[in-house]
């Protein structure tokens, strides 16, 4: 296991280039197993996560290989339709796999996916939304077997906009016979993306980026080359970054569109924000202002994935904030985290923290409980005074390429170092 040292205190200055995006990235290469062929995926960041979705398909029969940042699926022979209990438990998106097996060979065997340290994650709106297409669904003992003779186009209407859910229908639909129509469908990028793709592959899908959207079956895919958006939790990282340091940056290839929720929320409480199509300008140099309510929301609202990030950055305000985790059940593990660096975070219930601003924090050794809140440690490091070691980091290497090298562009004295650094 990994830990990273940084040494804080100064303000940051310099450039860096966003990754490609790594919720984009994990539900494409699980649909690649929907085409009999070979997928070219361009700017795919080379994370723990990707790698271990690559070893899911090599499970499968399949094959993949780099070429820097592009990744070369062939997905040409599926040997097996059984996802191990252990890569499930290892990371929760090799569920994705359930509809894109389904989709390819009208079977899988896949286990429940764990909870983690954000909350338990069920998949309850996957399977009853799977049960209506005319798939047998059987859970024995934490594994589910599903199998189809054919799977059938309907009309599901999903109780919360499911980002993962919403994919696992599409995946399923695909190939199906008919026309399936999803209501109060997920609208992240992710989502658009994963059709996008898809339809590059020869799929047909109207709705993409909506809450409706309707897929009409096709009988096959065929080969497609997909370039990859950047990761828009990793500009708006950057960005809280620099909101808590102070000082500027340029983040090249920041996807803008995708993130005015953070650029909003940045701005109000004292950012200064030029944004382009190619760049983001961000700097800050007076005190942060606080922030009332922020509510995470599913998209296009302010994202939960940027919720640990924007503790840290509240955690320095003038004044009093409060944030409401509308998501997830249990995201708030980084205020314990932050209040041994001298943040003062009261969290009242297990979805309401209130936060109030002091003037700086200091270095500490603290533990990273998910990547986004090892992000939100590294950065609160970057801002505080002295050396703050960030422990467990191996999480954060599972959505950042190099967040070292990326900071270290911003200007941060971040590297990593080994976990029994005293
Ligand atoms: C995706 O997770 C992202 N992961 C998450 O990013 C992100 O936080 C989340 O969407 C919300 O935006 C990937 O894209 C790989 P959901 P997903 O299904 O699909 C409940 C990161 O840091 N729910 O939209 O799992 C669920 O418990 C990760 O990159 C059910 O109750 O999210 C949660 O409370 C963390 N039953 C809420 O819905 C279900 O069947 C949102 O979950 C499915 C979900």
Known sequence: MSSIKVIGGDRLKGETKIQGSKNAALPIIAATVLNKGVTILKNCPRILDVFHMINVLKELGCSATWEGNTLIVDTTAVTSAKVSESSVQKMRSSILFLGALLGRCHEVTIAYPGGCSI???PIDYHLDSIRKMNVCLEEDKGIINCFTDKITGTD???KFPSVGATQNIILTAVLA???TRIYNAAREPEVYELCTYLEEAGARINGKGT???EIEG???LHDAEHTLSP????AGTYMAAVAAAGGEAVLLDA?????ESVIRVLIKIGCSIKATDKYIKISRSRRLLPYDVLRTQPYPGFPTDMQSQLMTVLSLSDGRSTIVEEIFDSRFQNADELKKMGAKITVETKNIAVISGVMHLNGAVVKAHDLRAGAALVIAGIAAHGETIVREATSIERGYEDICRDMSNLGANVQYCSDNIQ
């Open 211 to 213: 809450s409706f959207i």
């Open 218 to 220: 096709v009988n096959k």
């Open 119 to 121: 909350g338990n994650r």
């Open 231 to 234: 990761d828009r939790i990793a």
């Open 255 to 259: 996807p803008v569109p995708q993130i």
């Open 156 to 158: 599901i209407f999903l």
């Open 177 to 179: 016979e008919g026309i």
